[in-house]
């Protein structure tokens, strides 16, 4: 197998690169897979190279090979100047922050943050002394009114995790790099394969890889891609400086997962936009939050900036007794209950953003309800949701 130029491999389509990237058998005696490297201690021939530090490793907590060949992945995908991967999806969003705020910042986010790195806004940057502020996340350009003298990121994330609320990115960049104020942003819910993220000027994109990166909910891995070498730098030094480091396993199960994410995307999309359109015409569901539904308010930014969609969206049921709905939810055989998604099984998880948002008020009046859907038989799917439907109503 003749290896690729960069010129070449930068030729190839998405599908051919995702299959390539981060791979080269002749590193691996000829396996087609790179190996599990395990290891901590790096030994050198000499002083001379351990004190000029002539080694292409120098501790485990710097890397390793397998881990390098996900990197190289994730920069083919990504499109930045260099990507750091983190044990976690939370931890993806936390280091960026931490890398580029420092006392007497102030960060603007989205009130439809993902939760946990809200809870880290609200429980640990002010002790560095950062301050917070949320915003509507339909504010678009008009985000300039909001920056101070101190502004210095405005943390975005398009849909929202739960409530699903599209934002127009591009005027929010314009608006922020007129000002040299960073945009940060979530891009689990597209990934960089329906979203791409730097080409629209977003400074730093993070992925809870553990959704459609791995893609088999066995692994927790979170990726942090810069746009420009110098905030590389920075994200880079603040990863070594934490000793932010993954094992060797998830990254290779991570590589795995990479090979398939475009079939998998390509038939998750369909299937969820489907099960939505299909349950926006149950009696039970008062609106299907989905930016992909021509009915939904954000259809147009999505349309306009992405190239697809996720299977993850949310509904919000008619007025009706939280008994009622975990009637219908406890009863399910397909779907399970669980706070993750991205994976080849169904999810269905209850939520309730209300008590959370401070510069929005969402304003649903019934019970609302987030699902992620899996590879299994559509039809199946719907089967067993409408024997819930069926519970619902019969404890109502």
């Known amino acids: 197998m003749k290896k690729l130029s960069p010129p070449d491999f930068a030729r190839l389509r998405e599908k051919t690169r995702l299959v390539l990237a981060g791979r080269d058998p002749a590193d691996s005696y000829g ?53 750091v991967v983190c044990p976690s999806g939370l931890l993806a969003c936390t280091l960026p922050m931490l890398a580029v705020l420092s006392a007497g910042d102030h960060l603007l986010v989205t009130d439809s943050v993902y939760r946990p790195t809200r809870n880290f806004c609200d429980r640990m940057l002010p002790r560095l002394g950062i301050e917070v502020s949320y915003y509507d996340p339909a504010i678009g350009g008009d985000i300039a009114k909001l920056f101070k003298p101190n502004t210095k990121a405005v943390w975005t994330e398009a849909p929202g995790s739960q409530t699903f609320e599209m934002q127009d990115i591009p005027a929010i960049v314009d608006a922020a790099h007129a000002r040299d104020v960073l945009v940060l942003m979530d891009n689990t819910w597209a990934t960089p394969l329906f979203f ?12 809870a890889g553990t959704k459609y990166y791995a893609g088999h909910s066995d692994v927790l891995i979170g990726t942090v891609s810069a746009r420009t070498p110098e905030l590389y730098k920075l994200v880079r030094d603040c990863w070594e400086t934490l000793g932010v480091i993954i094992a060797p396993e998830d990254a290779f199960l991570t590589l795995r997962g990479i090979r398939t994410m475009h079939i998998r995307l390509k038939e998750q999309m369909p299937a969820g936009l489907e099960m939505a359109q299909w349950l926006s015409e149950r009696p039970e569901v008062a609106r299907v939050l989905h930016p992909a539904l021509p009915s939904d308010p954000g259809h147009a930014l999505w349309k306009r900036d992405f190239t697809g969609a996720s299977s993850l969206f949310a509904i919000e049921l008619k007025p009706v007794a939280m008994k009622a709905v975990g009637a219908m939810l406890d009863g399910l055989t397909l779907f399970g209950m669980g706070a993750s998604w991205g994976g080849y099984e169904s999810l269905v998880l209850p939520f309730d953003c209300k008590p959370y948002r401070t510069a929005t008020t969402p304003g649903f009046k019934g019970p609302t309800i987030r699902l992620h859907i899996g590879l299994e038989d559509l039809e199946d799917l719907k089967a067993d949701l409408d024997a819930g439907f069926a519970r619902l109503r019969a404890a109502s």
């Not at 000499?46 to 907590?61: H, P, V």
Request: no cysteine; charged share 15%; net charge negative.
């Open 31 to 83: 396996f087609v897979n790179p190996a599990i490297v395990r290891g901590s201690t790096v030994i050198y021939p000499n002083m001379e190279d351990f004190l000029a530090r002539k080694s292409r490793y120098t501790y485990g907590t710097q890397g390793n090979p397998t881990i390098d060949a996900l990197v190289a992945a994730l920069n083919t995908m990504e499109g930045g100047a260099g990507v």
């Open 196 to 207: 791409d993220s730097h080409k629209f000027g977003v400074d730093i994109s993070v992925q």
